[in-house]
């Protein structure tokens, strides 16, 4: 597999994510059955979706919030927009879901973006990045996957890793139920998420700072491609099934 870093230069305003690509200084092209890994901040810019705080009005449960977990007011405000729900909080941070990832804050960020200004998630991230593989399709010839990562924090672990807030072009998620392991021993439960490990890779690659390479391209990967439309079901579970989720809420009486 190779790995191919993009460097691009920053924005701050609407563009074409396709242009910006085709077009990069690096002169690199795209190949067939090549794996784009592209930061969801850029592409959220790409999109506009960049907000000014003072221009967003908070209102009274945002006020209210914002005092109790010590948030600006205005960026309370937008959590609470783009969340799909918000589980809990502590000072500075609100635990929430965000097209089905659990992200802190509503995955806003304040990051490489103007002083007073934040980026927010795309509205649709999978819709975005199909369109972006159709573009590659129709306009070069190319059959390519995608995928669209932001960096996480795990639960008790230092440091982020890459998490694939969508992806599009090939199957995400390898069902490894009824195959066996070293010991003969079959597996009942385990998948493998492709598109979150390879989100990683991208995230190591992009860095965290001013590394600039905002898209990678891995090349040369055994991965089953599709055409298929891939949906947020194919990657996300609801909250009420998830392990930690549901681990966390459930009060243990016991002494020990």
Not at 55 to 77: G, R
Not at 198 to 214: H, K, N, Q, R, Y
Not at 222 to 228: D, E
């Given at each position: 597999?190779?790995i191919?870093p993009?460097?691009?230069?920053k924005e701050?305003?609407?563009?074409?994510?396709?242009?910006?690509i085709t077009?990069n200084?690096?002169?690199?092209?795209?190949e067939?059955?090549?794996?784009?890994i592209?930061?969801?901040?850029?592409l959220s810019i790409?999109?506009?979706?960049?907000?000014?705080?003072d221009?967003?009005t908070p209102?009274q449960n945002?006020?209210?919030?914002?005092?109790?977990?010590?948030?600006?007011?205005?960026?309370?405000?937008?959590?609470?927009?783009?969340?799909?729900e918000i589980?809990g909080?502590?000072?500075?941070?609100?635990?929430?879901?965000?097209?089905k990832?659990?992200?802190?804050?509503?995955?806003?960020d304040?990051?490489?973006v103007?002083k007073?200004?934040?980026?927010?998630?795309?509205k649709h991230?999978y819709?975005?990045?199909?369109?972006l593989?159709n573009k590659?399709l129709?306009?070069?010839?190319?059959k390519?996957?995608?995928?669209?990562s932001?960096?996480?924090?795990?639960?008790?672990?230092?440091?982020?890793?890459?998490v694939?807030?969508a992806c599009?072009g090939f199957?995400?998620?390898?069902?490894?139920?009824?195959?066996?392991?070293l010991?003969?021993?079959v597996?009942k439960?385990?998948?493998?998420n492709?598109?979150?490990?390879?989100?990683?890779?991208?995230?190591m690659?992009?860095?965290?700072?001013?590394?600039?390479t905002?898209?990678?391209?891995l090349r040369?990967?055994?991965?089953?491609f599709?055409?298929?439309?891939?949906?947020i079901g194919?990657?996300?579970?609801?909250?009420k099934?998830?392990?930690y989720i549901r681990?966390?809420?459930?009060?243990?009486t016991?002494?020990f």
């Amino acid at each position: 597999m190779e790995i191919i870093p993009i460097h691009l230069e920053k924005e701050s305003s609407r563009f074409d994510m396709y242009e910006k690509i085709t077009k990069n200084k690096g002169d690199i092209t795209i190949e067939d059955y090549d794996i784009l890994i592209i930061s969801s901040k850029y592409l959220s810019i790409s999109e506009g979706r960049i907000r000014k705080l003072d221009d967003v009005t908070p209102s009274q449960n945002a006020i209210h919030l914002s005092k109790k977990f010590h948030i600006n007011p205005h960026m309370m405000e937008l959590i609470i927009r783009e969340s799909d729900e918000i589980f809990g909080g502590l000072h500075g941070f609100v635990l929430t879901s965000v097209h089905k990832i659990l992200a802190p804050n509503a995955g806003i960020d304040k990051s490489n973006v103007p002083k007073g200004h934040v980026v927010l998630y795309p509205k649709h991230p999978y819709e975005s990045i199909e369109n972006l593989r159709n573009k590659f399709l129709i306009n070069s010839g190319k059959k390519i996957g995608v995928v669209l990562s932001d960096s996480r924090i795990l639960p008790m672990r230092k440091g982020t890793v890459g998490v694939a807030l969508a992806c599009s072009g090939f199957e995400p998620v390898i069902d490894l139920k009824g195959t066996k392991d070293l010991f003969g021993n079959v597996l009942k439960y385990t998948s493998q998420n492709i598109a979150d490990c390879l989100a990683s890779i991208g995230t190591m690659v992009m860095g965290e700072s001013d590394a600039s390479t905002p898209v990678i391209i891995l090349r040369g990967l055994k991965i089953k491609f599709t055409n298929r439309p891939i949906s947020i079901g194919s990657l996300s579970i609801e909250s009420k099934f998830d392990i930690y989720i549901r681990g966390l809420s459930q009060k243990i009486t016991d002494t020990f």
